[in-house]
């Protein structure tokens, strides 16, 4: 099962592009990495996945290397309701393997 | 579609009753998890299930029992409630390309 590595909290100010790094070390060939947003009190919201190189989608981008050890989310012009919890998973998206979340990045957007 | 629905939002327990949680998809996914999360603290996984008739333990499952009669029902039982099970719930649910998506979760306070 690959472990991941977050930072725990992170502080960034309006209108900022805000990057968030995963480690993940022992990422198995058929692994996807996927963020996740959490608010209080409402279930993870799922931002993007990818498996190599760049995603990009309507809110944010997905940075992977060719070694795929680590991954960065990239939040561009943040504002204060980016505010939130924000997970790295890295699994199979068919699970099976038991996908299992690390602490997660607590981002605070300041004005 | 209305993705991952979970019933009921809230629910108060006394210790050693029992209850279960609801949980259903209409994405037609064949993987559906069940995780809790306690206050201020990251998301563990109970139990996840590949398919119908198919579960599995994941990392915090004494206490609970689900099964997977049907695709779009996972249902989590609790037996004999114990206040260390005080947390929210949420059920999530995933496909060979994409997921897990989370439902918006059962807060449930056990007393």
């Known amino acids: 099962l690959a472990k991941t590595t977050q930072p725990i909290s992170m502080d960034s100010y309006e209108g900022q592009e805000v990057n968030i790094t995963c480690s993940h070390n022992?990422?198995?060939?058929?692994?996807?990495i996927t963020w996740y947003q959490q608010f209080p009190s409402q279930g993870p919201r799922f931002i993007i996945q990818g498996y190599k190189t760049k995603v990009t989608n309507e809110v944010a981008s997905l940075f992977i290397p060719a070694d795929r050890k680590s991954s960065t989310l990239s939040l561009p012009r943040v504002s204060l309701s980016d505010t939130a919890v924000y997970y790295c998973?890295?699994?199979?998206?068919?699970?099976?393997?038991?996908?299992?979340f690390g602490q997660g990045t607590e981002l605070s957007v300041k004005p | 579609n209305a993705g991952v629905t979970q019933t009921p939002k809230f629910r108060i327990l006394k210790i050693g009753q029992s209850m279960t949680l609801q949980c259903a998809q209409d994405?037609?996914?064949?993987?559906m998890y069940w995780y809790r999360q306690d206050p201020g603290m990251g998301l563990k996984l109970i139990y996840y299930s590949v398919g119908a008739g198919i579960t599995d333990k994941g990392e915090v499952p004494n206490g609970y029992n689900v099964s997977r009669s049907t695709t779009e029902d996972f249902p989590l039982r609790l037996e004999l409630a114990a206040p260390s099970q005080t947390s929210v719930y949420f059920c999530?649910?995933?496909?060979?390309?994409?997921?897990?998506?989370f439902g918006p979760g059962t807060r449930l306070t056990v007393l």
């Open positions: 022992n990422i198995a060939t058929n692994d996807y």
């Open positions: 994405m037609n996914h064949n993987y």
């Open positions: 999530a649910s995933s496909s060979s390309g994409t997921g897990p998506f």
């Open positions: 998973l890295v699994g199979v998206p068919q699970g099976g393997g038991k996908l299992i």
